[in-house]
């Protein structure tokens, strides 16, 4: 029955990398909320494991990765769902955002289930910022760098979303994002 919410910002160093171990037993709950930027030839990868050992544990993971210059993200993520874990709800969300041709993001969502009546979803998308949006954005008077910045704001704030202390993470996000821009 234990309840765990990670949120993390990986970000401004030449290499930052996090890895997450987490076990859930019965009626556990885990979110990991996570936002990798990075840019030059900076390097930042989350790995996570989560294990779904007991009856009807929840666990969703939400990461949003903005890479620019040379820089590279990486998300290696593995939900594995033992015999008996049934009734368990687990998620995985990946995204990243190239800001340049030159950046590269790796992500591997896994899933791994051995238990019946078992909700379990991945996905993964790795794209650029939408040409259509931008223009919109412009087209209504902000100038561009300010419709990248409220477009990269809005795909990562996902990662915050409801998270304590939500305000703060999101604020040194758009430091950082200024950074990047």
């Known amino acids: 029955g234990a309840t765990f919410d990670l949120r993390v910002l990986n970000a401004g160093a030449a290499f930052g990398r996090i890895e997450i171990d987490v076990v859930l037993e019965a009626d556990a709950d885990f979110t990991l909320g996570a936002a990798q930027l990075a840019t030059g030839s900076e390097t930042v990868e989350i790995i996570s494991e989560v294990r779904h050992t007991g009856l009807h544990a929840k666990s969703n993971q939400v990461i949003r990765s903005v890479l620019a210059g040379q820089a590279t993200g990486t998300y290696l993520g593995r939900i594995a769902v033992e015999r008996g874990a049934d009734g368990t709800d687990a998620a995985q969300s990946v995204r990243a955002m190239l800001l340049d041709?030159?950046?590269t993001a790796n992500a591997r969502p896994e899933l791994e289930i051995f238990a019946d009546d078992v909700k379990a979803a991945h996905g993964c998308a790795v794209g650029e910022l939408d040409a259509q949006g931008l223009f919109y954005l412009m087209s209504r008077g902000l100038p561009p760098a300010d419709a990248k910045r409220l477009m990269l704001q809005a795909f990562i704030?996902?990662?915050f979303t409801g998270a304590p202390g939500e305000e703060a993470l999101s604020e040194?996000?758009?430091?950082?994002l200024g950074a990047i821009l």
């Open 101 to 103: 041709r030159s950046a």
């Open 157 to 159: 704030a996902e990662a």
């Open 172 to 176: 040194q996000a758009l430091v950082r």
